[in-house]
């Protein structure tokens, strides 16, 4: 099954790297999109056959940490981590993390909107 997710950046062409953050919310996307030039870049992501772990906790608002400010090694065997996580404006969203080559190949990139057009 493919999920459309977005990613908002600074950069043109959405860079594919572990570690890559995205939700389904294109709003929320929007918000991280920060910068001289923003864009607002939709994906679709395939999650079969990849191991998504599922964590209960979210962004911690006391220490200023979310689960993607982990190590990816502290969770072995996995390609993805779903959790709930703040956008800069604080508001919540479930963030998916794509942590391996395999979560990476699972991506198609479908469109990069320039917000400032």
Known sequence: MA???????????IVLHEGLCLTGSYWNAVSYAMGARRFAHEVTVGLDGLTVLNL??????DENI???????????GT????FTDEDPQGREHETYRLLTPAALAAVTVVSAEDLDA
């Open 3 to 13: 999920m459309t997710m977005y990613h908002g950046s600074r950069d043109e062409q």
């Open 56 to 61: 209960d906790e979210g962004f911690d608002r």
């Open 79 to 82: 390609d993805v981590l779903v």
């Open 66 to 76: 979310a689960p993607a400010d982990l190590d990816p090694a502290d969770f072995p």
